[in-house]
């Protein structure tokens, strides 16, 4: 079942029995952009988090007696050396929620090790995989983990989710077992680092929901340490509903992504097998992307034709891929990017409009995916189809703002998971 402990402490055994891994909370890792390196002084030249510890928070979505942790170097060019990791139950400071806290209930904490050691040092492109802890976390449980680098790592490639949209602390020395950091380089920023998964030991019957996105499904406009995504306002309403109480909901978008071409993240249709096939217990999948494809691809008709028709097969490709698995594969359309003139929204052109129009056609109409979730009917202006309604717009005139992520949440068919319980057996 792959429950297994190399430590050479007291060896745990797995609860349940039948159990298996499944991921309850996950982060698309990206090489990280300059500007999106940490602040100084834990950046230098050739080298980050030089003796620092960096605190993170991360809500789960599986309730479990035992957990372990995916940390990755995907993008690093050099080795990621990781002296300790240690896992705690966050506590909120005054003002503060516990996404984002930056203290811990130190009665709580648990070292992490890996192969039955607390230190690893992880290879360029490479995952490391922490061995088993019991450490029980209930549904929708914000954990802390704490990880401290003595020697840094000696690049600034390295590997980051950008769009966390949750506070962590960055602190000089070691404080994995201090309640607060006190040094007086103590910072904070909205970034995730070398964090890809929270896996859950859980019982045969639960599994998992993969979503792979752009910078609507990352959060963007919606707002920090609040988990308000609507993947995760989606997850609230799913334990509300009995067939999808189960069911975790694993968020694998970056803001900026792409179907066809790298950015920020490699494109989907590269990264499928990593984000979605080689994850932990997914049973379904689905993809909602493509408004970045149309609104950087050149604004030609003829260039514009050719991306619409790329997309189209990349859809399809993914979809065998996918299906390969018998994990039903969903699709969404396409939501709206017009705006008053192409100076307040780059991507509002009558080329790049068009091409959204045929290929929300294509997802709507081709019965390629297994189930279609209408984003773009549920957040369009009714008086002007090629908008957003404006009680939804956060200003950009393509992403949606807190209200109409609440929207698209609830407007999410929760019944297509009960039909598709079974997984999907198809030869195409």
Known sequence: MGFANYG?????????KNGHWVDTWTSMPQLTEFPNLPPPPFNATNLVFYNSTIRQTLRTT????????????????NDLPITRVTVALPIAEPGQNLTGASAINTTTIQTLTFSGNESI?????????????????EVGQIISITMYLQYGQASNFITSHPGSRTQIWLSYGDYTSAQNMTDVSTTSTFHWFFLSAIEAWTPPQKSAFAIVGDSITDGRASYNNANGRWT????????????TKNIAVANQAAGGNRILMDGNGPNALGRIDRDVLAQSGIKYAMIFEGVNDIGTADNTTANQTETGDRMIQAYQQMITRVHTFGIPFFGATITPFGAPNDTIQTYSTPQRLATRDRVNAWIRTSGAFDAVIDFDAVVRDPAN????????????????????YHV???AFPLDIFEKYRNGVNTFM
Not at 8 to 16: D, L, V
Not at 121 to 137: E, G, M, R, T
Not at 385 to 399: A, F, K, T, V
């Open 232 to 243: 995760d306002l989606l997850f609230n309403r799913m334990q509300t509903y009995g067939p």
């Open 62 to 77: 599986l309730p479990a007696q035992q957990i372990r942790i995916r940390l990755t170097n995907a993008f690093g060019l």
């Open 408 to 410: 698209m949440a609830r």
């Open 121 to 137: 040092i992880i290879p360029d492109a490479a995952l490391a995989v922490s061995d088993p802890i019991d450490f029980p976390i």
């Open 8 to 16: 050479n402490t007291t060896s745990i055994s797995p609860n349940p």
């Open 385 to 404: 189809p090629e908008q957003l309604n404006p009680i939804y717009n956060s200003g950009d005139y393509l992403h949606p703002n807190q209200l109409g």
